[in-house]
């Protein structure tokens, strides 16, 4: 049986001579470690810390957001050696039994986390391009991605080597997609993903390509949302439905930025400042949900 230690052991900085001391074996797996573009890396593929994090990702809310699995539960089922790739969350139901005598769980909760890993297979393609932790691609990249392709096929056809003998698309000729981006997109190792949409995973008929098709009113617009709101459960919603009439929702004021919104339009707070700086109009969340 495996075991995992303390992922947060590393040590930081010195204050007494400002110098980084940094391990140079991995605290996890033991492998070389290296610095890449300010980064500390370790160069082991196969570390256990690296697993845990890249399936946290994917079941979690950026990906296909699958209750129950949280970092100190996969921690336990990667230690079990259960798990040693993303694709055996979908056969943990082979250990149902045994894992129902585990101590902390109960025939319950284990019932529970297999049912919400059978309701992860069906999911959104933007889900299951998020939580593959493709370098710089996060929810947002996802999303532009699952609206110009219609399916994991087409995505595919567009990355090219992988599955045609062609250079494959330039996706750095979408707007915010960038020479890095597009790099990260070809370059990335999509056998565990094909070998789930074969085996595992139902991408759900695309309603971002759809709704952009049926309500394009905020094509080519971008927000940034701030501030308590009142109508939205939260957040995430309103980005869902400005998303869904073909707009972009960014974390920060630009001069891009076609619209702040912020139910405190006279707040001092620094987006505030920053849009009236560059002339972008404050919104609030009734003017947003009319525009809608």
Sequence with gaps: MRSIPDFYSIPGVDDKDRLLNYPAHCPICGGETKIKDDFLYCTNPNCDGKLINRIDHFVGKKGLDIKGLSKATLQKLINWEWIDCINDIFKLHNHRDEWCKKDGFGSKSVDNI??????????????????????????????????????????????????????????????????????????????????MIDDEIIILHNSLFNAQNESNNFEGMIFCITGKLSTFKNRDEAKQKIEAAGGKVVDSVSKKTTYLVNNDINSTSSKNQKAKSLNIPIITESQLLEML
């Design 114 to 195: 297999l049912e919400a890993i059978e309701a992860g297979r069906d999911c959104e393609m933007w889900q299951f391009i998020s939580g593959l932790s493709i370098p710089l691609i996060g929810s947002t990249y996802a999303k532009e991605i699952a609206r110009h392709d219609k399916g994991w096929v087409q995505f595919m056809e567009d990355i090219g080597p992988h599955m045609l003998n062609h250079s494959g698309f330039d996706f750095s000729q979408w707007e915010g997609f960038g020479i890095e981006m597009n790099k990260a997109l070809h370059e990335f190792d999509y056998t565990e993903a094909n070998q």
